[in-house]
């Protein structure tokens, strides 16, 4: 799948005249975000103008895994999605597949806390003009999000814009409500530092390479930015570019720092904007960062992505959809488990009760709640896709299959029921009927 992509981000490279991006600086693996000429600063209500990197505490293992504990899971996802939806209304558009993007007035506005904060920190030009938000880096299509901090009653997040692999002078420093997620201030400071970027450099490297069309990386057999694990492994689904997590070349990429141990650090990860609102036209499409991908410290190198892999939101009202995508995050649990993905631990919470977890996972065959043999390509409903009702449950009933698009009838890998909590959709039982 990797010369597909290759492919296609070379032919548009041509088509639209842009080969000069093939030359795109990269970081180094290992290395840290690219050092300043410059810095500056800007300032919103409530912020202090600053000619120097206010005091963000590094994204060290014990200071963010000490930070984040002061927020609930929610929060913490909120807070990331709301300021990579309105870094993503700014950034610059490759020309690959699409013009520059309109700025979108409903998404700002739901992302910051009234309009005079986003009237300063976005600014009121037309779409791509330069903002105050981008602290000089006025030309970016990647978004780096640091470790999620404490700050009083606010909270604050590093922010690091890259254009291409190349990123840009001053590290951003956000602040943010913790309860609600909206924006409240936004100040410039100096370089970016590798402590609150943990890992980034591999990152910044391959999906730089990919928006610019970079074809020496992306057509690069030694896969210089992944672990050998991972440039080895193949999904049962196979629909899509594993690294992108498309079919197509992106002309954004964002990331947000999740978690960071000694070996490891964990991001939030998506391939075009993110939002946090839901389409009238699309009401179960996911919003906020919808995959995620893991770096080897060690090696410098990306271990994993989990592509469409972020736990959904229950939404009763539209209970089929939620659960096709909630055992869908499962299955591509599973199938990364050679990577070092807990597939127990991702669908454990979505249990009624730790009892009945244990009762489905030891009684649901050799991968456990799909009852198959091996790791499916596709899980979906079937027969009744709306499931029926009997008192506060749900029964759903699924169907695996071997590849990511069904068989007839007659040849799917596995069938069970799932029965649903109505108003929580909590899995209540898991029971294989082939």
Not at 286 to 302: E, H, Q, R, W, Y
Not at 402 to 410: I, L, M
Request: hydrophobic fraction near 40%.
């Amino acid at each position: 799948m990797r010369s597909r992509i290759a492919t296609a981000a070379v032919a548009a490279s041509l088509v639209a005249g842009l080969a000069a991006c093939s030359t795109t600086s990269k970081a180094p693996a290992g290395g840290a975000p690219a050092a300043p000429s410059a810095s500056s600063s800007t300032t919103a209500p409530g912020g202090d103008a600053t000619s120097s990197a206010p005091a963000v505490p590094a994204a060290a293992s014990s200071s963010a895994t000490t930070a984040a504990a002061a927020f609930t899971p929610a929060q913490l996802e909120t807070m990331r999605a709301r300021v990579a939806a309105v870094y993503g209304q700014a950034y610059t558009a490759t020309g690959f597949h699409h013009a520059q993007p309109p700025v979108n007035p409903k998404e700002l506005a739901a992302d910051f806390a009234d309009k005079a904060t986003m009237d300063a920190v976005f600014g009121t030009g037309a779409a791509g003009s330069d903002r105050p938000m981008d602290c000089g880096t006025a030309k970016y299509n990647g978004i780096v999000l640091g470790a999620v901090q404490s700050s009083g009653d606010a909270a604050t997040i590093p922010v690091a814009l890259y254009d291409n692999a190349k990123a840009g002078a001053a590290e951003i420093t956000v602040t943010v409500d913790p309860t609600s997620g909206v924006i409240k201030s936004v100040a410039c400071g100096g370089a970016p530092k590798p402590a609150d970027f943990p890992g980034v450099a591999p990152v910044a490297a391959y999906y730089g390479a990919m928006v610019s069309g970079d074809a020496t990386v992306l057509n690069d057999k030694s896969d210089p930015y992944f672990t050998p694990a991972f440039a080895a492994w193949k999904p049962a689904d196979a629909n899509y570019e594993v690294a992108s997590c498309s079919q197509y070349v992106p002309d954004l990429w964002a990331v947000a720092l999740t978690g960071t141990s000694a070996s490891t650090s964990t991001w939030d990860f998506d391939k075009g904007q993110v939002t946090t609102l839901s389409f009238p036209s699309a009401p179960t499409a996911p919003t906020g960062f919808d995959s995620s991908l893991a770096v080897d410290l060690g090696a410098a190198k990306i271990s994993r992505v989990s592509c469409y892999s972020n736990p959904p939101k229950a939404d009763p009202t539209h209970a089929a959809d939620y659960v096709n995508r909630l055992m869908e995050t499962y299955r591509l649990a599973a199938d990364q488990k050679s990577l070092g993905v807990d597939a127990q631990a991702e669908i454990r919470p979505f249990f009624v009760s730790d009892a009945a977890f244990t009762t489905a996972w030891n009684s649901t065959g050799t991968v456990p709640l799909l009852c198959s043999s091996t790791v499916p390509g596709l899980v979906e409903t079937v027969d009744n896709p709306t499931g029926t009702a009997s008192g506060s449950r749900t029964t759903f009933s699924m169907a695996t299959w071997r590849q990511w698009h069904p068989d007839t009838s007659g040849q799917e890998l596995s069938k069970f029921t799932l029965v649903m909590d109505a108003s929580t959709l909590k899995i209540v039982s898991v029971t294989c009927t082939k």
